[in-house]
């Protein structure tokens, strides 16, 4: 997991690069969760990006991928649909906890 902390214009600089599709979850007025699903040697995995306005000129990013499990699990469905078989237990769990939060919500 990285974390980094930019100034607005380095937000707006900021790229990921291979990425498939992506979708931008309003956790609240200052908080995000932008999942990603990124081509990878020959998979596709999912990318996570929590991004909190911390005032007019600066974001916190945090940037995780579903190997490392990350806590966010609110990935919506056309993502996960895109990801490529695993066999990595801490991505396989992530999956598993995204696909019971999403079968909460219906």
């Given at each position: 997991m990285?974390?980094?902390?930019?100034?607005?214009?380095?937000?707006?600089e900021?790229?990921i690069s291979?990425?498939?599709?992506?979708?931008?979850i309003d956790v609240?007025d200052?908080?995000?969760e932008?999942?990603?699903?990124?081509?990878r040697?020959?998979?596709v995995?999912?990318?996570?990006?929590?991004?909190e306005k911390?005032d007019?000129?600066?974001y916190?990013?945090?940037i995780?991928?579903?190997y490392?499990?990350?806590v966010q699990?609110?990935?919506?469905?056309?993502?996960?649909e895109?990801?490529?078989?695993t066999?990595?237990?801490?991505?396989?769990?992530?999956?598993?906890?995204?696909?019971?939060?999403?079968a909460?919500?219906c």
């Amino acid at each position: 997991m990285q974390t980094i902390t930019l100034t607005a214009q380095e937000f707006e600089e900021y790229r990921i690069s291979d990425v498939i599709d992506m979708e931008v979850i309003d956790v609240s007025d200052s908080l995000v969760e932008v999942y990603y699903a990124v081509s990878r040697a020959d998979a596709v995995s999912a990318q996570i990006v929590v991004i909190e306005k911390l005032d007019d000129d600066s974001y916190w990013l945090q940037i995780s991928d579903e190997y490392e499990s990350p806590v966010q699990a609110q990935c919506p469905a056309s993502i996960l649909e895109q990801l490529t078989p695993t066999d990595n237990p801490n991505a396989l769990a992530w999956r598993t906890r995204c696909r019971e939060a999403l079968a909460s919500t219906c």
